[in-house]
């Protein structure tokens, strides 16, 4: 398996565009995690899927942020409108189990809101 | 509550010394205590986990300890190389409001070892 893969790798764009994010997860995996990192305040959960349901979303941090997961192969966290304090990197994890087994980082995204 | 506290922020080392990270965390009934290193520009990485029914494991320079009375752990690494430095971060499996365990990650130490 390539492991958890997410897309794009760099993202610039401007403050109130609708930013995307894209993740695809180890075949197998049944739970989805969305991580923010920043210097300021670490690695954040944002929110977590099992079996493409949503479970916790109590990290998002406002209704600018949403995610989806239509299904086991792809989930989304889309930004609108972004702004330039969203301007962080962006892992999607990924693990077979409950949160007491290995997650699977992707090489994260990092977003840039201008 | 959901706290996992990780101390030092940054560690400095000479090639070959030993070096040590803590963590503390709140919720008693975390099991799950996994170590990740992140490297520039990629995503964490575990690199070893204890759950609470053990108090250490060890894999070959690296090891954990685990004190569940007083609620901390450890990581240990030994005979430090310079493809060491990294950002380590501990976790803590925390019981969400919705029952389900999730990760909570501590803030990360800055760790760079000098040849």
């Known amino acids: 398996d390539a492991g958890v893969i997410q897309s794009p790798r760099h993202e610039v764009t401007e403050m109130g565009q609708e930013v995307t994010l894209r993740c695809k997860p180890i075949?197998?995996?049944?739970?989805l995690f969305w991580y923010r990192q920043t210097m300021m305040r670490g690695l954040e959960l944002l929110i977590y899927?099992?079996?493409?349901?949503?479970?916790?979303d109590s990290g998002m941090p406002e209704d600018r942020f949403s995610a989806k997961m239509p299904n086991a192969s792809f989930s989304t966290l889309k930004i609108q409108p972004s702004e330039p304090r969203d301007s962080a990197v962006y892992f999607c994890?990924?693990?077979f189990g409950r949160g007491t087994t290995e997650a699977f980082f992707g090489q994260g995204t990092r977003l840039t809101v201008v | 509550g959901e706290n996992v506290e990780q101390h030092p922020s940054t560690l400095s080392v000479q090639e070959g010394d030993s070096a040590v990270i803590k963590c503390t965390y709140s919720?008693?009934?975390?099991?799950?205590f996994p170590w990740y290193k992140q490297e520039l520009g990629k995503g964490p990485q575990l690199i070893i986990d204890?759950?609470?029914?053990?108090g250490e494991k060890k894999d070959q320079r690296i090891a954990v300890t685990l004190n569940k009375t007083a609620k901390h752990f450890s990581l240990h690494i030994t005979e430090t190389q310079p493809e060491d430095s990294a950002v380590y971060f501990c976790?803590?499996?925390?019981?969400?409001?919705?029952?389900?365990?999730?990760?909570?990650f501590g803030t990360g130490t800055r760790l760079l070892v000098s040849p």
């Open positions: 075949s197998g995996h049944d739970y």
């Open positions: 204890i759950r609470s029914n053990v």
């Open positions: 976790a803590a499996s925390i019981r969400g409001n919705t029952g389900f365990q999730k990760l909570v």
């Open positions: 994890a990924s693990s």
């Open positions: 919720d008693s009934a975390s099991n799950y």
């Open positions: 899927f099992n079996n493409n349901v949503p479970i916790d």
